[in-house]
């Protein structure tokens, strides 16, 4: 559990490490199991996380507190964000097709994958449920969104060499990738209760 | 596809996770207990086949550049529901899902059923297929959290009733409820299946 009264790096070790968004917490599994297949591909697609959910949960905080809040509308939360979350991604990629090509060509393809990543949602929740303050739930966003990355990353790696080893044939394709993922969700639930926490 | 067919399809041919492989966040997540899972499945059947109706019965109105977030809007009402429901009659099976209640809304297989299946066929076609696909899933993730909770915890409950208790002689082997488990167990049943399907065919 996150909280205000924990220091910035307690938050970042609790999100990145211990409670790894993908691993040990469940979320963002498809674009974890689909687009993996690849080194290059998973960067592309950890940088694209980054960037978004850290505007979509900004964003999504700004509206709880100061719009739906005060109007007494928590009902409207989930529809809410989900919508604010598809349209963000829409803006920021005609906004970088237009300003930044280079950048586009690096990880357009990635943000429309995004809007159905459930992740992006789930942060935006997480934050209110935990009652964050602005500048850490900022912290907490970018060290999730960080921790997915380096979770897609180590596995990308793992994966191109699944692809040229001999498996018995009943285990080829999805099976032998989810206990890879079980193998690789037990070395990260080792560093539980890392400093208490 | 006559309308057996259509309800069938979900449960075997097309079973949303082990086939087609989607929905895999909440399965996994919600697995840890034959009862969380349980839960989990009846609260995406009630959105899938809700929301089956509603779309299919707009789908003449629906423009087709916005249908989307129109089926987004649909889906988040139900799931909202869902989640002041949920948490007014069942707290302690709210609580357990957590985060994942109003995370139904970007379950893909909600989405997917949304626009492959009611946004073409009749009303009632569409409840045939909510069912089937519902049911596919409810299927696959009790089987999922009983395997895990039989092993790694020695019993079997739901709808809050222990149908199972392998006593204190049995060493449970915790790393299966645990989240690692769920990954392996997945692994292993997809691989079952594949047998199964390939020794039918």
């Known amino acids: 559990m996150i909280s205000n009264d924990m220091t910035w790096y307690m938050i970042i070790l609790s999100a990145l490490l211990i409670n790894n968004i993908v691993l040990i917490r469940f979320l963002a599994l498809c674009s974890f199991f689909g687009v993996s297949n690849k080194l290059e591909t998973s960067i592309g697609m950890g940088m694209a996380v980054i960037f978004v959910m850290a505007i979509a949960s900004s964003a999504s905080w700004i509206l709880w507190t100061y719009l739906l809040l005060p109007l007494k509308l928590e009902f409207l939360r989930t529809a809410t964000f989900i919508l604010v979350i598809a349209a963000l991604v829409q803006l920021i990629e005609m906004y970088l097709r237009k300003a930044m090509p280079a950048l586009y060509q690096a990880m357009g393809i990635y943000l429309p994958l995004i809007t159905t990543n459930c992740a992006v949602l789930a942060v935006a929740l997480l934050i209110i449920d935990y009652n964050l303050g602005f500048l850490n739930s900022l ?7 960080v921790g997915y990355t380096l979770a897609i990353i180590l596995f990308a790696g ?3 060499r699944i692809n040229i080893a001999p498996i018995p044939e009943f285990l080829k394709g999805y099976p032998i990738i989810f206990i890879t993922a079980s193998l690789m969700s037990m070395a990260f639930l080792g560093f539980s209760h890392l400093f208490g926490l | 596809m006559n309308r057996w067919q259509v309800f069938t399809n979900g449960i075997l041919k097309e079973n949303p996770v082990l086939i087609l492989v989607i929905g895999l966040c909440p399965t996994l997540a919600v697995s840890g207990s ?3 899972a349980f839960g989990m499945g009846l609260a995406a059947t009630f ?4 929301s089956n109706i509603l779309i299919s019965a707009v789908r003449k109105w629906t423009p087709d550049q916005i249908r989307i977030p129109i089926f987004i809007i649909i889906i988040s009402t139900f799931v909202t529901i869902v989640d002041y429901t949920m948490h007014a009659a069942d707290p302690v099976l709210y609580a357990n899902l957590g985060v994942f209640v109003p995370l139904i809304v970007v379950n893909c297989i909600i989405l997917g059923r949304a626009e492959a ?3 073409k066929n009749d009303v009632f076609s ?8 519902g049911i596919g899933f409810t299927l696959t993730v009790t089987t999922l959290g009983a395997v895990r909770e039989i ?11 222990e149908l199972l208790n392998l006593g204190e002689g049995f060493k449970p082997a915790l790393i299966f409820i645990l989240p690692p488990g769920a990954f392996l167990v997945m692994g292993f049943l997809m691989a079952f299946n594949r047998l199964l399907i390939k020794r039918k065919g």
């Not at chain 1, 912290?139 to 969104?145: F, G, L, N, P």
């Not at chain 2, 959105?47 to 809700?50: D, E, G, K, S, Y």
């Not at chain 2, 092993?151 to 009733?161: A, D, E, M, R, S």
């Open chain 1, 139 to 145: 912290i907490y966003t970018i060290a999730v969104a």
């Open chain 2, 34 to 36: 034959a009862n969380d």
């Open chain 2, 151 to 161: 092993i790694g915890n020695g019993t079997v409950t739901l709808l809050n009733y």
């Open chain 1, 158 to 160: 793992i994966r191109e």
């Open chain 2, 117 to 119: 299946f009611a946004y």
């Open chain 2, 126 to 133: 569409s409840i045939l297929d909510g069912i089937g696909m």
């Open chain 2, 47 to 50: 959105v899938l086949i809700a």
